[in-house]
Structure formats: C-alpha cells, structure tokens
C-alpha cells in the first residue's frame, strides 16, 4: 500500500503560479511513477503529467506543457507539481496518484484525497 496525501491548493488569479505537494508513505515511493490528474465538476479525471520512478522521464498533457512541472524527491518521498501562468480553465481538484507509467487513471493503483485549486479571471 501507498498513501498519498496532497497539498498546496488554493485560490489564485489567473497568470499567477501555485505549488502542489504529494507526500507519500508506504511502500518504496521510486518503485511507481507518480501522476497528476484533475477533475472540473461534471468532467471526468483529466491526465496533468506523470514522472517516472527514478524522476528520469516526464510527460505532460498539452494543455499544461510549458507551464506546468512535475517532479519528485525520492529521498523525501514527496512529489511536486509547479504550476505557472494559471488559466481559469486549470480550475479542478488535483490529485497526485502512484502506478506505472501511464497516462489513463485506471492504471494507477493509488491515489490521495486532491486538493482544489481555483483560478480566478
């Protein structure tokens, strides 16, 4: 078992830039990938980015490339999303989850309660 618990939301205006914190226990974090999704009300979990377990490989959805970074510090067992320049449409609950690489949710085993984060026009 993985525990991931997020953090780091909130309400931001858009342009502006938040960071989201994964805090994992359980199991030996660099054994997964970890993976970003989120979910607007009344849309389905949407793929962020996802981080392979040695931090080696990334790999974004196109709607956040450039702006968004993911990474990881297995030493820590924590992962990290930065998100800049911040689009009312970024507007979801972020969830971070851990699994193989992929970038469909079902194929992630683990997941934390998310965390909202709000863009304001």
């Known amino acids: 078992q993985v525990q991931l618990v997020e953090s780091g939301g909130g309400l931001v205006q858009a342009g502006g830039s938040l960071r989201l914190s994964c805090a994992a226990s359980?199991?030996?974090?660099?054994?997964?990938?970890m993976g970003w999704f989120r979910q607007a009300p009344g849309k389905e979990r949407e793929f962020v980015a996802v981080?392979?377990?040695?931090?080696?490989?990334?790999y974004y959805a196109d709607s956040v490339k450039g702006r968004f970074t993911i990474s990881r510090d297995n030493a820590k067992n924590t992962g990290n999303l930065q998100m800049n320049s911040l689009k009312p449409e970024d507007t979801a609950a972020y969830y971070c989850a851990a699994g193989v690489w992929a970038t469909t949710a079902r194929d992630y085993a683990y997941w934390g309660q998310g965390t909202q984060v709000t863009v304001s026009s």
């Open positions: 981080i392979s377990g040695l931090g080696r490989m990334t």
């Open positions: 359980g199991r030996t974090f660099s054994n997964y990938a």
